[in-house]
């Protein structure tokens, strides 16, 4: 019974934490768009 709830507060808290990073990365993205740059593998670069 516990290792049920266990699972299932598990996968919830992953699918909040995905949901939480796909909204902070639309936010960066459109900021970057407004600023005229982006984000890079080896960070920001302005265009």
């Known amino acids: ?3 049920q ?6 996968r919830v ?5 995905h949901s939480m990073r796909v909204r902070d990365g639309a936010l960066a993205r459109r900021r970057s768009a407004r600023i005229g740059c982006e ?3 080896k960070g920001w ?3």
């Open 1 to 3: 019974m516990l290792q």
């Open 5 to 10: 709830q266990i699972q299932e507060f598990g």
């Open 13 to 17: 808290a992953r699918l909040e934490h």
């Open 39 to 41: 984000q890079t593998k």
């Open 45 to 47: 670069r302005l265009f």
